[in-house]
């Protein structure tokens, strides 16, 4: 079965500043998918980047970028600029190409701080 | 609707009490999922639920969980006879069909259950 771990159960960064966020995960396919959700204390889930295995560039949406390495079946969030409203629980999460199920690490609370 | 609608978003019940959650999600998503959120802990899945396909239900954790979609659209999710460990933020999700190509999932904003 395939997981995902996320070592930092909590960060701080100055506003303006760029934060890592780092995730591994585990598996024996080939393909799949990873993303990175978002969760303000609203609770409400929000995709923030989604990134394809089989793509070697590293997916980018506007201050969020990340960082896949497949051998090393890692997959960092960097936050550039960070803003008072990325202050939320991060959560990095892994699909099978053709599954229906997502699999969610643990997540790290982010406080970015004015 | 707009946006995924979970219901009610506060719940506190006594233990061995049952208990229904509601999921009303976006107009035309065919794919429902429910997952649970413990203090401190990610999202574990429960069941997943695709058009008329029988639900997938590998991830509920013991026979007193139990959920139903009714005419492919609301989902309600019950646990009888709860537990104090049932404690958790119960997450619902909604996606378009062919999800296998997207990976993006609406949530709601979840019920959080209280058991005393």
């Known amino acids: 079965a395939q997981t995902v771990t996320q070592s930092q159960p909590e960060m701080s960064v100055q506003e303006a500043e760029t934060v890592t966020l780092s995730c591994t995960y585990d598996?024996?396919?080939?393909?799949?998918?990873l993303f990175w959700y978002k969760q303000p204390p609203s609770r409400q889930m929000i995709l923030v980047i989604r990134?394809?295995?089989?793509?070697?560039q590293n997916a980018t949406e506007n201050r969020f970028s990340v960082n896949f390495q497949k051998a090393a079946k890692s997959f960092s969030l960097k936050i550039s600029d960070s803003q008072l409203g990325d202050t939320a629980m991060y959560f990095c999460a892994f699909k099978e190409e053709y599954g229906n199920k997502l699999v969610f690490g643990a997540g790290t609370i982010l406080r970015v701080k004015s | 609707g707009a946006g995924v609608s979970q219901s009610p978003s506060n719940k506190v019940t006594e233990k061995g009490k049952d208990v229904e959650l509601r999921c009303d999600p976006i107009?035309?998503?065919?794919?429902l999922y429910w997952y649970r959120q413990s203090l401190g802990q990610g999202l574990e899945f429960l069941i997943y639920?695709?058009?008329?396909?029988?639900?997938?239900k590998s991830g509920l954790p013991s026979d007193r969980f139990s959920a139903e979609r009714t005419g492919g659209s609301v989902s309600t999710l019950t646990i009888q006879r709860t537990q104090q460990e049932d404690s958790a933020v119960y997450l619902c999700?909604?996606?378009?069909?062919?999800?296998?190509?997207?990976?993006?999932?609406?949530f709601g904003e979840g019920s959080r259950l209280t058991v005393l």
């Open positions: 639920f695709q058009g008329n396909s029988a639900p997938d």
């Open positions: 107009s035309g998503h065919t794919a």
């Open positions: 990134q394809e295995a089989y793509k070697q």
């Open positions: 598996t024996s396919e080939n393909n799949y998918y």
């Open positions: 999700a909604s996606s378009l069909a062919g999800f296998a190509n997207t990976g993006e999932l609406f």
